[in-house]
């Protein structure tokens, strides 16, 4: 007698496990990332969502002519007054948001464990919270890559990030910079370049997370860096050095609290009603910008390549 057709004299597992509860787990979505630059930009409040931005007009004078040291012989002393852009920039918040639909038969009866509202809000928020970075680095407006001076941007030595580029960077940003902000990839080529060169970038640990430095300025990895498609070649992509804060005039990041439905800062969910479908909508929004204070508060290194590796010898393989 085979076994299939033997007399079980026990439950069977594939049966038993109709009266067992599942531990279930929230749903998970690989696209949820640190956002790490949300948490190294200083936020400045605004009013009624707009923020000026208040200049001093660049003049083609020596600021050393405006004064005088040790004035000799009852020497008349300089005059001068600091002129003010008359025109000056401002910034307008802009929202990042999006409408959730639910079915509310579907809220009714499937929201137990987890309450399907709350999660689908939650899943939505974290994509709402993704576009804000994105479009603090790309958007056409306010986006980092967008308002950084042309004499702030320099190109690769030879394609490959190096040492040599990044202290270009901080030349360019010499005044107190903060940080690097690049692609994970990019990251990981300029680790492979100081590799070769037997000065290994050191770590440090910021936020409860390492990160790689260069000259005691942390690289901070975003994939909103986006690296450009090249025919079948990886493509290039930037990496910015940034100084931030409104005293050092660096960059900061924009946000109006206190908006109508708030639950965290400039973030709000309001609830829109239920249609004849019996459908409940749900409208989330972000509200957020960013401002690059002073030209030399932000710089870029362009035409990354980040598909160059080394053949190392087989005795460090």
């Known amino acids: ?26 749903a998970q979505w690989s696209g949820i990332t640190p956002r790490w630059l949300v948490s190294f930009l200083p936020w400045t409040p605004v009013e009624a969502g707009i923020y000026r931005l208040n200049r001093v007009k660049e003049s083609r004078a020596e600021a050393s002519s405006d004064v005088t040291c040790s004035p000799q012989n009852d020497a008349d002393l300089p005059e001068s007054f600091v002129p003010y852009e008359e025109n000056p920039r401002e910034y307008s918040l802009n929202a990042v948001t999006t409408v959730l639909d639910v079915q509310t038969r579907v809220s009714d009866l499937y929201s137990h464990p987890i309450d399907q509202i709350q999660e689908q809000l939650r899943l939505l928020i974290e994509k709402v919270k993704e576009k804000q970075e994105y479009e603090l680095i790309n958007n056409a407006e306010y986006g980092l890559l967008t308002n950084t001076a042309k004499s702030q941007r320099i190109k690769t030595r030879k394609g490959a990030p190096t040492p040599d580029d990044l202290d270009e960077l901080i030349a360019k940003v010499w005044k107190e910079p903060s940080f690097f902000l690049a692609h994970p ?8 370049e100081c590799t070769k060169r037997g000065v290994p970038p050191p770590t440090v640990n910021l936020f409860g997370s390492p990160f790689l430095t260069w000259r005691g300025l942390p690289l901070v ?35 109006q609290p206190g908006v109508p439905g708030e639950i965290s800062p400039s973030l709000s969910v309001r609830f829109m009603g239920i249609n004849r479908k019996a459908i409940a909508s ?36």
Do not use: W
Request: proline share 1%.
């Open 282 to 317: 749900y409208l989330i929004s972000l509200y957020c910008s960013a401002a690059v204070l002073t030209e030399d508060a932000l710089a870029v290194l362009e035409d990354v390549e980040v598909d160059h590796y080394f053949d190392y010898d087989k005795k460090f393989a």
């Open 221 to 255: 990895p975003s994939d909103k860096l986006t690296i450009a498609a090249e025919g079948k070649k990886t493509g290039k992509t930037n990496i910015l050095l940034v100084r931030t804060g409104e005293k050092r005039q660096g960059v900061v990041g924009l946000f």
């Open 1 to 26: 007698m085979s076994e299939d057709t033997e007399i079980r004299r026990t439950l069977n597992e594939q049966a038993a496990r109709q009266l067992a509860n599942a531990t279930k787990t929230r």
């Open 185 to 192: 990839k990019a990251i990981a080529a300029f680790g492979r």
